[in-house]
């Protein structure tokens, strides 16, 4: 037997005005999806439990089987671990995103632009990472450099108690002065963001941006802050060998955390330019040594923060063209074979932030074929099954072991 989940970041939604108050997944065209939606089993999964912020590292992390409330010990160590940093249990990890702040002479005026600093480059973002990091680096705090946008601060013998670092995508076209933290323990962090201002709109690479028309990475912003993690094996847990496909530091470290192989696809970036195809066929050679292969595509939650209702609808209907119409006939190669397709949290375009709500999900096993009658995977036809599991972190037991 096979499995293999394909994870689309963020694809669940609320009705969309620009869409003529439909969804993305109620637009999208994704006949391969639809087929084995209506030939396998439909519902709904709680995959972000009460009381817990909905990310798509705790999101994973419970799609993934494990309990968000026994395991997670902040996104950015994950992140850490992909990257190589070496972690002590007295470290504090953030994340470090290189972001685009609107010009207005004082920091807390200032606007929230681009949490992505206009999708920098992470040739470009590596060379500021390394300016910063010469800049700010000592024995207290080291910078490093990830991909894209995203990158690492580790904190020798900090804190956590910090009060609240915001995430920059939760505040897109806001002015930030509110969702800086005031705590006296993040003076030195806030101050660090603050300062960068000031020498990142001179950096040369920011200077060759606006130049060419691009967004500066003109600010440094620290949040997502955690403790070194440790997850159980995952074939120890469940009995297969794995691997995770994924164009981002937070999955390829929760596969190192759980064991699992974490292969690059050259052309993975995250976004709706990412090479589709390249993880497909990554994911059916992996097959072939590996019994568990979860691909992450985080295209439709980047649509999402973006508020691009077209692109997120595109990325829906790219991932049925570009990674299923690949994945299935390799699939059918095998005398039997489980796919599971869902999304991590709902991502919705009239909030640009990610929501807590429950998550449709299909399970589809080639053995195991029965007609439901559902016509089309979407938000509602998954609910209106009935079919509801609220306790997110059993559903990976129920994939592979029912």
């Known amino acids: ?75 950015s160590p994950l992140e850490a671990v992909s ?14 995103n290189l972001v685009t702040l609107s010009d207005e002479e004082n920091y807390e005026n ?129 009995g297969v060998n794995g691997s995770i496909i994924s164009a981002v530091d937070l999955l390829k470290g929760i596969a190192k955390c759980a064991g699992m192989a974490s292969p690059d696809v050259k052309g993975a970036t995250g976004y709706i330019d990412t090479n589709f195809e390249g993880k497909a066929e990554c994911a059916i050679e992996e097959l072939k040594t590996k019994d568990f292969v979860y691909i992450h595509i985080e295209a439709p939650d980047e649509c999402g923060h973006r508020n691009e209702p077209e692109n997120k609808v595109k990325s829906i209907e790219m991932i049925d063209e570009k990674v299923l119409s690949r994945l299935i006939p390799a699939l059918d190669e095998y005398d039997d074979y489980k796919i599971m397709v869902l999304p991590d949290h709902p991502t919705p375009i009239v909030t640009m932030t990610h929501a807590g709500d429950a998550v449709p999900f299909m399970i589809y096993q080639k053995s195991k074929e029965k007609d439901n009658g559902i016509d089309a995977f979407t938000e509602n036809t998954a609910k209106d099954t009935g079919n509801h599991i609220d306790i997110g972190y059993s559903l990976m037991d129920k994939f592979i072991n029912e």
Not at 43 to 54: M, Y
Not at 186 to 203: G, P, R
């Open 1 to 75: 037997m096979k499995y293999i989940v394909v994870l689309y970041d963020g694809m669940a939604d609320y009705p969309v005005p620009a869409l003529n108050g439909k969804t993305p997944m109620e637009c999208a065209k994704k006949p391969i999806l639809d087929r084995l939606a209506r030939y396998g089993e439909v519902g709904t999964v709680k995959t972000v439990a009460d009381g817990l912020k909905p990310g798509s590292d705790i999101a994973n992390m419970s799609v993934l089987g494990y309990n968000p409330k026994e395991c997670y010990t902040g996104r």
């Open 83 to 96: 990257i190589g940093v070496d972690m002590l249990p007295t470290d504090i990890i953030f994340r470090c």
């Open 110 to 238: 200032k606007t929230m632009v681009d949490y992505s600093a206009g999708d920098i480059s992470t040739e470009d973002a590596s060379q500021i990472i390394k300016s910063v990091q010469e800049h700010f680096g000592n024995d207290i705090f080291a910078f490093y450099s990830g991909v894209a946008y995203r990158h690492c601060l580790v904190w020798h013998d900090g804190t956590l108690d910090l009060g609240k670092m915001t995430p920059p995508h939760d505040i897109s076209g806001k002015v930030i002065g509110e969702h800086l933290s005031d705590s006296e323990n993040a003076k030195e962090l806030i101050t660090m963001m603050k300062d960068s201002y000031d020498f990142l709109m001179e950096h040369p690479v920011n200077k060759r941006r606006i130049a060419e028309g691009k967004r500066p990475a003109n600010s440094i912003w620290l949040w997502g802050e955690g403790t070194k993690p440790s997850l159980p094996d995952f074939k120890e847990k469940f």
